[in-house]
């Protein structure tokens, strides 16, 4: 097309080019560094397909538990008189401000050895609570991190169904739970299956929670073999392996969310479905919405305010991080706003100069959603001790991993802006003798103004929680309010802990609402695969 056959300004291209090759360098170091003929010894190795095993099996038993709390909650909210809908709403968005080791750390203060539980029992005779940890604890917290994913890629999918098939079914005689499994479910399931392959997603990259939980992964695998072996290459091997089983989950997803068809009777406009009054199952549902909202939402908090009191109360060496907060605040704000800008030029020359290379470049950045965070930290470190010394252990190179890391995350903000930016006013602009530079800077990215706070918005809250490559990149002494929480839990310093978890939460809380704001806002759904790859 004639857009199409316009030549791109040189800086354009030329910023694009190294964004994507950064992005390509982990993967490339990762094979160079593993080497081929080591590498089939240890993937056939029977520790390595049992860690494997035990990786799918946690990620199936979160996916299966992100469906179970996640679609009747949703169903619940949108299409029930449900009372106080919207606060039901709000917090079952909450979770997605709080880490995943944060939420295991909190169960295990609940539920685990000498919790509150635990204490409460005591006067009873109960001694001893089983043990949480293994499959159970990290399945618990896991869920707790993953179900608003499916929670709201289902609520999407509902409020963009027409009504008027539902209400075909029941006049038909169909009874509610007839017209849900049999017409509601099938028009929502490519939802509910990509909210859960995203939650299996978050499950074979996530660090923070298992080593919490005492369940082997792949990515404490990584860790730890990175930590204790001179010989990196087996860590390589089990990166690459990682990253492969990542590339299955993204393209598991990719096909779940695949058919966008919205399915309609007429070309009428839009309307939302009247609610169902719950009747005699309203203690039913507020029950169910209670369980979930306490389990998932007011006992982790109150955990944590629980021993932010006791902190404060108890201990002399008491102190708010100020310093880890700045560092994190910091961090996130330069990531999303140097991440969203090096976005805008890979998705301008992708559809404003579409051609195989562009679109080329577009889909490796996207694939970069493929490297978990430990994967990235390792690449980085093994790249920067041998070959750039001096960058090894800097600020620097901490951007660069939150560059790969959140990358196709800024772009898939930037790409859905741009879509919505009429070309005809670029090209009128183009026509008074401005040039393309000029026309992107003075007219393209303005109109692009939402969707480039929202890509931003969800890189910072991304930022704030990342863990694995912080700990790995991190220079000494420099410390983040997810490390902080991190080094503290490690010995047992669960009161000292609570209070950077505390300030982890209120400083994620704003953002976490201006994101959710912007995607319920603005047709919803399209945003939130790319908070699962955080």
């Known amino acids: 097309n004639r857009r199409g056959s316009r030549r791109p300004p040189i800086l354009l291209t030329a910023i694009a080019t190294l964004s994507v090759a950064t992005l390509a360098l982990p993967p490339v170091y990762l094979v160079i560094r593993a080497g081929f003929g080591d590498a089939w010894q240890v993937i056939a190795r029977t520790a390595t397909v049992e860690v494997v095993g035990r990786t799918l099996l946690l990620a199936l038993t979160v996916g299966v538990g992100a469906i179970v709390v996640g679609v009747p909650m949703a169903w619940l909210v949108v299409r029930t008189r449900l009372p106080a809908a919207r606060w039901w709403a709000a917090g079952c968005s909450l979770p997605l401000a709080m880490p995943s080791f944060v939420a295991a750390l909190s169960l295990l203060g609940a539920f685990g050895p000498k919790g509150f539980l635990q204490q409460l029992l005591s006067p009873l005779g109960v001694d001893r609570l089983p043990d949480i940890r293994g499959l159970p604890g990290a399945t618990i917290a896991l869920v707790m991190a993953t179900f608003p994913y499916v929670f709201l890629l289902t609520v999407a999918a509902l409020r963009s169904i027409d009504p008027s098939m539902e209400e075909a079914a029941r006049s038909l005689g169909r009874r509610p739970t007839g017209v849900l499994v049999a017409v509601t479910f099938p028009q929502i399931r490519r939802a509910v299956a990509g909210g859960a392959l995203i939650a299996g997603l978050y499950v074979i990259s996530d660090y923070g929670a298992v080593s919490l939980m005492r369940y082997d992964t792949l990515t404490r695998a990584i860790f730890v073999r990175n930590q204790t072996s001179f010989d990196r290459a087996p860590a390589a091997v089990l990166g690459l392996l990682l990253v492969a089983l990542t590339v299955l989950f993204l393209v598991l997803e990719q096909k779940a969310r695949g058919d966008r068809t919205a399915y309609r009777l007429g070309p ?215 490390t902080e929480v991190w080094s503290k839990t490690n010995v047992g310093a669960y009161g000292a802990a609570a209070v950077p978890a505390l300030m982890l939460l209120v400083v994620a809380l704003p953002f976490l609402y201006l994101a959710a704001r912007d995607g319920t806002g603005r047709g919803g759904g399209d945003a939130l695969p790319s908070v699962a790859a955080a």
């Open 268 to 482: 009428g406009s839009s309307r939302t479905s009247r609610a169902l009054p719950l009747g005699r199952w309203m203690s039913v549902a507020v029950g169910f919405s209670g369980l979930v909202i306490g389990l998932f939402v007011v006992i982790p908090i109150a955990v944590l305010v629980y021993w932010f009191v006791r902190a404060a109360t108890n201990d002399q060496r008491f102190e708010i991080p100020w310093g880890a907060t700045a560092n994190t605040l910091l961090l996130a704000v330069i990531v999303a706003l140097v991440v969203t800008a090096l976005a805008v030029p890979v998705s301008v020359l992708a559809r404003r100069y579409r051609s195989p290379w562009t679109v080329g470049l577009e889909r490796t950045a996207y694939a970069s959603n493929a490297l978990p965070g430990v994967v990235v930290g390792l690449s980085l470190v093994f790249f920067a001790a041998r070959y750039v010394p001096g960058l090894y252990q800097t600020i620097p190179l901490l951007v660069i991993a939150y560059l790969i890391r959140y990358f196709a995350q800024a772009l898939t903000g930037v790409d859905t802006a741009l879509a919505a930016v009429n070309p005809r006013a670029e090209e009128a602009a183009r026509g008074l003798g401005r040039s393309p530079l000029r026309v992107l800077t003075a007219v393209t990215v303005p109109m692009m103004r939402a969707g480039l706070i929202s890509g931003a918005t969800l890189v910072f809250l991304s930022v704030l929680k990342e863990l694995p490559a912080t700990l790995l990149l991190r220079p000494t002494g420099f410390d983040t309010l997810a």
